[in-house]
């Protein structure tokens, strides 16, 4: 999946948009062609001030899609509860490199896992606190918005931070892809993949619309003609 993005894009529309006491037939409807993955935000009241889901209901969601999952955890010290995240087996496990302070053993266990690692960053964290371990990761989330939430408004400054961390990972030459979450729409969607992002989180924009798939062919159409 990860292979020639510099190419072309991949969606990631987050569920919690949804209404989630329907996600199960949520997600069956999802048409892969334009949902790639499916974007989950796992939260836990105190690294973020929401509550969402865990593993168990993770476990019974898969059971009405195989389109690949993207967990991303918005939980304080994620390795008390990592392996259970492990066990749903998804596409990326992203994990907060504000949540932990031990960020490079919890990627390390993910990828010996067998699955793709993630860290995301905070807007109000110097990107370049993530320079030091890329090695380690397979995709940055970018944040840009606060965490906590689906329906905020993109904060500008995001984009200098993918351009930033971009043009890092290619003066590297380093094997991670950027994925940016938060404020994605029609309107901001373009700049973002202009940027250098690849995997694009939304959830207001797709979810809450009624014909969500033509919505995300919609968003999808716009991003690949930013790609530069
Ligand atoms: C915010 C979540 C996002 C959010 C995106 O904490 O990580 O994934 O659901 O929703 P929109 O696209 O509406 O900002
Ligand atoms: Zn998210």
């Known amino acids: 999946m990860l292979k020639n993005l510099t190419d072309t894009v991949l969606l990631s529309p987050s569920i919690i948009a949804a209404d989630l006491s329907l996600l199960g037939s949520f997600v069956s409807s999802c048409d892969r062609s334009y949902i790639h993955l499916l974007h989950i935000d796992v939260m836990d009241g105190n690294f973020v001030p929401n509550i969402t889901i865990g593993p168990g209901y993770i476990h019974n969601l898969k059971q009405h899609t ?77 944040m840009s918005v606060e965490p906590g939430f689906y329906g905020q408004k993109f904060i500008p400054s995001s984009l200098k931070r993918i351009e930033k961390l971009n043009t890092f990972i290619i003066e590297h030459s380093l094997d991670v892809v950027i994925q940016v979450d938060g404020g994605i729409n029609e309107d901001t969607i373009a700049d973002v993949v202009k940027a250098g992002a690849r995997i694009i989180v939304a959830g207001s924009s797709v979810f809450k619309s009624a014909n969500f798939n033509a919505q995300a062919k919609k968003l999808l159409e716009i991003a690949k003609k930013a790609i530069v």
Do not use: W
């Open 66 to 142: 195989d389109i690949p999952l993207d967990i991303h955890l918005m939980i304080e010290k994620p390795e008390l509860s990592l392996q259970s995240f492990i066990d749903c087996t998804p596409y990326f496990l992203t994990i907060h490199y504000e949540s932990t302070r031990q960020p490079v053993r919890l990627l390390k266990l993910i990828k010996d896992s067998g699955l793709k690692a993630g860290i995301s960053i905070n807007p109000s964290t110097p990107i370049e606190s993530l320079y030091d371990i890329l090695e380690y990761t397979d995709m940055v989330l970018v």
